[in-house]
């Protein structure tokens, strides 16, 4: 569960700015075997998402559904639909989105998260 702490720390850390901000996020990319969603995310975004500036701010981490996940790790609950994106800070869980929702609208999906984590 994230706690009123990290999300204290989260905003501190994004109010001192972008570098800092974006030195303790990642974007957690929880996935399966045979999903045809990853798939398509695989072919249709992996090749270019470290050429965009929210690629850049979110390293990605892919994770198994079932696991293993980082140690230390805090979510709000166990994922459990492929693909779950889920933006971290420290290991812990800012914002997540589940499914995917296409070439045209994944960059404005995680720009969003992005904003919203930012709060």
């Known amino acids: 569960m ?4 990290a999300i204290l720390a989260g905003m501190a850390a ?6 800092a901000a974006a030195a303790g996020l990642q974007l957690l ?7 045809v969603y990853c798939a398509q995310w695989d ?3 992996a090749p ?6 929210e690629g850049r701010a979110a390293p990605l981490l892919m994770v198994d559904l079932d696991g293993p996940y980082p140690d230390g ?3 709000a609950r166990r994922p459990w639909l492929t693909p ?3 933006l971290l800070q420290g290991g812990v869980e800012l914002v997540r989105f589940e499914g995917y929702p296409g070439r045209e609208r994944f960059f404005g999906v995680l720009r969003d998260m992005l904003a919203e984590a930012a709060g």
């Open 2 to 5: 994230l706690t009123r702490r």
């Open 14 to 19: 994004m109010a001192a700015g972008p570098a």
């Open 29 to 35: 990319m929880v996935r399966r075997k045979g999903c």
């Open 43 to 45: 072919r249709e975004i």
């Open 48 to 53: 270019v998402y470290g050429q965009h500036p």
């Open 73 to 75: 790790l805090v979510l």
């Open 84 to 86: 779950t994106f889920i």
